[in-house]
């Protein structure tokens, strides 16, 4: 079964400030992978996604994230940070079955991250 | 619809009762997922739906939870006698098929166990 890890429960950033937010997965196999966005009083939105191919994704708003295979890793970025993008985020991994067909999706405990104009 | 929908949007009821809560995916998702959202627990996934049809019921939480979809489409998640500890947020998801598919999220089912 798949396991994911996020580092940070909690962020704090002012506007303008880099964001990074680390995600690491345990699996033997190949997986797919997730950022999602819960922002307040909102459903889970997507914000970017990897299945294969070029490891770093670019997503909605800015955001962009870097599949390190030999780390485990899919930490998300963004170079400049906006108030808007004050909401929970949730790292995510599917594995990905030759034969066709997957699982849920397995989830971090989310980082709730709190940007201050 | 455009997207996912829940209904009903949030559920108060008292312990012991059943509740049943209900999911409209997009139309055309051919897989269905129920996730619960609870502080304790953050996202847990439950079950999956490809069709009518769920092969794995291992991740429900307990025999009180049993799920089922009709026609391909609607889905409704049921809990028997409820318990305190499953008050949480239940979310729907849809995706276009099962192989790796990017999934939407419905904006979820509160529930509240008195």
């Known amino acids: 079964a798949q396991s994911v890890s996020q580092h940070n429960h909690h962020v704090i950033l002012s506007e303008a400030a880099s964001l990074e937010l680390g995600c690491n997965y345990s699996?033997?196999?190949?997986?797919?992978l997730f950022w999602y966005v819960q922002y307040p009083g909102q459903h889970l939105q997507l914000l970017l996604k990897y299945f294969s191919g070029d490891p770093l994704v670019k997503g909605i708003k800015g955001f962009e994230a870097e599949f390190i295979k030999s780390k485990f890793s899919f930490n998300l970025r963004k170079p400049s940070v906006q108030w808007s993008d004050t909401a929970e985020y949730f790292c995510?991994?599917?594995?990905?079955?030759?034969?066709?067909?997957?699982?849920?999706?397995?989830f971090g405990k989310g980082t709730h991250l709190i940007i201050q104009p | 619809g455009a997207g996912v929908s829940q209904s009903p949007s949030n559920k108060v009821t008292e312990k012991g009762k059943d509740v049943e809560l209900r999911c409209d995916p997009i139309s055309g998702h051919t897989a269905l997922y129920w996730y619960r959202q609870s502080l304790g627990q953050g996202l847990e996934f439950l079950i999956y739906f490809q069709g009518n049809s769920a092969p794995d019921k291992s991740g429900l939480p307990s025999d009180r939870f049993s799920a089922e979809r009709t026609g391909g489409s609607v889905s409704t998640l049921t809990i028997q006698r409820t318990q305190q500890e499953d008050s949480a947020v239940y979310l729907c998801?849809?995706?276009?098929?099962?192989?790796?598919?990017?999934?939407?999220f419905g904006p979820g089912t509160r529930l509240l166990v008195l």
């Open positions: 995510a991994v599917t594995a990905k079955y030759s034969g066709g067909g997957a699982d849920g999706l397995t």
């Open positions: 699996y033997g196999g190949t997986v797919n």
């Open positions: 998801a849809s995706s276009l098929t099962l192989t790796s598919e990017t999934q939407y």
